[in-house]
């Protein structure tokens, strides 16, 4: 195969499938032109957006922990600050299964929001959001966590809300 820089002729004299031309004195004084190789352009890529990239990896290292507290919830509910009486709603046994549960899907959503798949923008929103509300539930047994975690939401909301680039409004 001939590169652009090479062209085809001066592989085939390398390969020795080419004749021979001889040249005549006045050809050989005047400087060799050069060919141009005509290449065409790349076909443009829909590059992800840097927002989808930050809000699917965020989404899912949010479901990374929101797993990590349910598993706190189901094996050690002494770990948070109050009893299951203070709890607005369930108990820690409930939010263990829901925290759990919740953030498996939103590592899901993270991965497909990865790779730029659109029910995972729209399930990505509806999880933050989901998550955001039920961290309100739980800002009793862990304010400053909780809290964090509802900024992080609202950061998520944004990054999946943001049209991808070169989306016409």
């Known amino acids: 195969m001939s590169s652009p ?14 004749p021979e031309q001889t040249t005549v004195p006045e050809q050989a004084a005047a400087p060799a032109e050069q060919k141009q190789w005509a290449m065409a352009p790349a076909q443009p890529t829909g590059a992800m957006s840097g927002w989808l ?9 949010i479901g990374i922990f929101n797993i990590i507290g349910g598993i706190t919830a189901l094996f050690r509910p002494t770990y ?3 009893g299951t009486a203070q709890l607005l709603v369930f108990d820690f046994a409930a939010w263990g299964w829901f925290w759990l549960a919740l953030g498996v899907v939103q590592v899901v959503a993270g991965a497909g929001c990865l790779y730029g798949q659109m029910w995972a923008r729209m399930t990505g929103i509806a999880l933050a959001a989901l998550s955001a509300i039920a961290h309100l539930a739980f800002l009793a047994a862990f304010p400053l966590w909780s809290l964090l975690v509802i900024a992080l939401s609202v950061l998520v909301i944004y990054g999946l809300m943001v049209p991808p680039r070169g989306a016409a409004a």
């Open 5 to 18: 820089q090479t062209g085809p002729e001066s592989q085939a004299k390398a390969e020795g499938t080419m």
């Open 53 to 61: 990239a930050f809000a699917g990896s965020l989404i899912a290292m």
């Open 80 to 82: 948070y600050l109050v």
